[in-house]
């Protein structure tokens, strides 16, 4: 499990599996509104719209490093993922 906490605004947000294989699932993502997986260049490379749910698919990512940004109007929380 990776977390990163908003110690302002006190959000908790983590994601399982570490390491990432076909999907993800980000608990406290309710708190923002947009999900973007980075790849390491910086090039968004996969994003979603937080409507409902907390699942996010990513079996057509490439193994390797991401970055997940996760963008609230007050906020943007970032964590590592690995994705095998």
């Given amino acids: ?8 605004a006190e959000i908790s947000v ?17 708190n923002f509104k ?3 997986l980075v790849d390491l260049s910086g090039r968004v490379v996969k994003q ?19 970055m997940v940004r996760l963008v609230s109007d007050h906020a943007v929380e970032t964590l590592k993922m690995v994705k095998q």
């Fill in 1 to 8: 499990m990776r977390e990163a906490k908003d110690s302002a």
């Fill in 34 to 36: 947009l999900v973007q």
């Fill in 48 to 66: 979603y719209a937080v409507t409902t749910g907390n699942t996010f698919d990513i079996h057509e990512l490439s193994a390797g490093m991401y």
């Fill in 14 to 30: 983590s994601f399982t599996p570490v390491p990432a294989h076909d999907q993800i699932i980000i608990d406290g993502v309710e």
